[in-house]
């Protein structure tokens, strides 16, 4: 799909999420490290998530897909194939760095590509650390950018500390870690979501978290010994964000949705929107692993905030609609120490202050943030927006226009099918207008 036109309109009702792209990812690749067969349950619709799992199968896991959306991943039992052509990560940074530091701890042999977004990103930040272990890993690209050969194996332990804070990078490590000699410690400047560190307990592989330091003991080259299990994958918290800032700036409007993920690494966007005077609701559900639970949130007068410092990693994707709640609020949002958001599917600092202003909102860009002046009568742009092939920047720009005043093209809208394949149907399942 490359446009759709978005109309103003109030959001309401429930919303069933699809599931967590995070967690998809990192079950893919360690159900498919596994003994055994994992049955998974919740797994990502989302394109993401589906060429982390064409890369597995490449590497020899099977899987099937039943009738009622469970996934049944048979996995290796260590001994991933050398894939016979390269490993097509479309737009995922996540499959991307994660599955280099699998390829790199199994010693196996493949060239990693990806679009033209992933093509951008910088992987020098996996390079470093893998190399210190003893990985061989070229980045061809022109920047220390895909395509990525990894020829691994035999990798040493190593006391690794980060000079982002970053999960992708964090799982990288601890991942090629599971094959190497000795220990593996990677330290945090900032805490940074612990899907890999939760999955690693929940798939019986022994892992150590102490304050900011995660270690891993490496199995050698043969790398971990470990049963497949049931995996439900949880509602992704990240989804539920557009839907929680559409019905918190809205006076009269109320979203609930169930089953929503709730790591306490991901749900700062909570936290912020309770400062900001949102009223929301939390009920906790009770199901194995993560947290998770029913969302219900109602329509209030928002105030603007501060947001910087360790929040950060914890709201990271949700920065690009907490941007829209700034718009939204009475007041000044001033978001700091988030540069990182820079280097993502776009750049989404420059994106967001170019379309917030194109909406007739006032905003000063920062090397690393944004100040947002709330509280203008937002006027939809009359020219084509273009996503830059970011669906976070796709979708925020979507819920803005429902509090604008005309009908917004939205241009490039494929990229939303990488996180959230049913946006557009959920947004009118809620009341909203969208023409194809
Ligand atoms: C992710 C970590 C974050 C986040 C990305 C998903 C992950 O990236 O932005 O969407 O699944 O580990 P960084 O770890 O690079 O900040």
Same mark, same amino acid.
């Given at each position: 799909?490359?446009?759709?036109?978005?109309?103003?309109?109030? +959001?309401?009702?429930?919303?069933?999420?699809?599931?967590?792209?995070?967690?998809?990812?990192?079950v893919? *690749?360690?159900?498919?490290?596994?003994?055994?067969?994992?049955?998974?349950?919740?797994?990502?619709d989302?394109? @993401?998530?589906?060429?982390?799992?064409?890369?597995?199968?490449?590497?020899?896991?099977?899987?099937?897909?039943?009738?009622?959306?469970?996934?049944?991943?048979?996995?290796?039992?260590?001994?991933?194939?050398?894939?016979?052509?390269?490993?097509?990560?479309?737009?995922?940074?996540?499959?991307?760095?994660?599955?280099?530091?699998l390829?790199?701890?199994?010693?196996?042999?493949?060239?990693?590509?990806?679009?033209?977004?992933?093509?951008?990103r910088?992987?020098?930040r996996?390079?470093?650390p893998?190399?210190?272990?003893?990985?061989?890993?070229?980045?061809?690209?022109?920047?220390?950018?895909?395509?990525?050969?990894?020829?691994?194996?035999?990798?040493?332990?190593?006391?690794?500390? *980060?000079?982002?804070?970053?999960?992708?990078?964090?799982?990288?490590?601890?991942?090629?870690?599971?094959?190497?000699?000795?220990?593996?410690?990677?330290?945090?400047?900032?805490?940074?979501?612990?899907?890999?560190?939760?999955?690693?307990?929940?798939?019986?592989?022994?892992v150590?978290v102490?304050?900011?330091?995660v270690?891993?003991?490496?199995?050698?080259?043969?790398?971990?010994?470990?049963?497949?299990?049931?995996?439900?994958?949880?509602?992704?918290?990240?989804?539920?964000?557009?839907?929680?800032?559409?019905?918190?700036?809205?006076?009269?409007?109320?979203?609930?949705?169930?089953?929503?993920?709730?790591?306490?690494?991901?749900?700062? +966007?909570?936290?912020?929107?309770?400062?900001?005077?949102? @009223?929301?609701?939390?009920?906790?559900?009770?199901?194995?692993?993560?947290?998770?639970?029913?969302?219900?949130?109602?329509?209030a007068?928002?105030?603007?905030?501060?947001?910087?410092?360790?929040?950060?990693?914890?709201?990271?994707?949700?920065?690009?609609?907490?941007?829209?709640?700034?718009?939204?609020?009475?007041?000044?949002?001033?978001?700091?120490?988030?540069?990182?958001?820079?280097?993502?599917?776009? @750049?989404?600092?420059?994106? *967001?202050?170019?379309?917030?202003?194109?909406?007739?909102?006032?905003?000063?860009?920062?090397?690393?943030? *944004?100040?947002?002046?709330?509280?203008?009568?937002?006027?939809?742009?009359?020219?084509?927006?273009?996503?830059?092939?970011?669906?976070?920047?796709?979708?925020?720009?979507?819920?803005?226009?429902?509090?604008?005043?005309?009908?917004?093209?939205?241009?490039?809208?494929?990229?939303?099918?990488?996180?959230?394949?049913?946006f557009?149907? @959920?947004?009118?399942?809620?009341?909203?207008?969208?023409?194809?």
């Amino acid at each position: 799909m490359s446009g759709v036109v978005v109309y103003p309109g109030v +959001l309401s009702g429930r919303v069933a999420l699809p599931g967590d792209k995070s967690v998809s990812q990192r079950v893919a *690749m360690l159900a498919s490290l596994a003994c055994g067969t994992s049955e998974v349950t919740g797994y990502l619709d989302g394109e @993401d998530a589906q060429s982390t799992l064409a890369a597995m199968v490449a590497l020899g896991a099977l899987v099937e897909r039943k009738p009622d959306g469970v996934i049944c991943i048979t996995g290796v039992g260590g001994a991933l194939r050398v894939p016979s052509e390269p490993l097509d990560l479309g737009n995922s940074g996540t499959g991307t760095r994660l599955l280099a530091g699998l390829l790199a701890g199994a010693g196996v042999r493949a060239t990693v590509v990806g679009d033209a977004s992933l093509s951008r990103r910088p992987m020098g930040r996996i390079e470093k650390p893998l190399a210190l272990m003893g990985a061989d890993l070229q980045l061809t690209g022109e920047r220390g950018t895909l395509p990525m050969v990894i020829a691994g194996g035999d990798l040493k332990g190593i006391r690794y500390e *980060m000079p982002m804070a970053s999960a992708q990078v964090k799982s990288c490590v601890l991942l090629a870690g599971l094959f190497a000699e000795g220990e593996t410690t990677v330290v945090e400047p900032r805490p940074t979501r612990d899907h890999t560190e939760k999955l690693f307990e929940m798939f019986g592989i022994p892992v150590r978290v102490e304050g900011r330091c995660v270690s891993v003991m490496g199995c050698g080259a043969a790398g971990p010994v470990f049963a497949g299990r049931a995996v439900r994958v949880p509602g992704d918290f990240s989804s539920a964000a557009f839907w929680l800032v559409a019905a918190a700036a809205r006076e009269g409007a109320v979203i609930e949705m169930e089953g929503v993920g709730l790591n306490p690494r991901r749900t700062a +966007l909570l936290d912020v929107l309770k400062r900001m005077g949102a @009223d929301v609701d939390v009920v906790p559900e009770v199901v194995m692993g993560d947290p998770v639970g029913r969302l219900r949130v109602r329509g209030a007068v928002l105030r603007g905030t501060v947001i910087e410092g360790d929040e950060i990693p914890n709201l990271i994707d949700e920065l690009p609609i907490l941007a829209v709640a700034g718009a939204l609020a009475m007041g000044e949002t001033v978001i700091r120490d988030a540069a990182e958001l820079r280097v993502k599917e776009s @750049d989404r600092i420059a994106e *967001m202050v170019k379309h917030l202003r194109s909406f007739g909102v006032s905003v000063d860009e920062f090397e690393d943030g *944004m100040r947002v002046q709330g509280g203008a009568v937002l006027k939809t742009p009359a020219g084509p927006l273009l996503s830059e092939g970011d669906h976070r920047i796709a979708m925020s720009m979507a819920i803005l226009n429902t509090f604008a005043d005309g009908a917004l093209r939205l241009d490039e809208v494929g990229c939303v099918d990488t996180s959230y394949p049913s946006f557009w149907k @959920d947004l009118v399942s809620l009341g909203g207008r969208v023409d194809r």
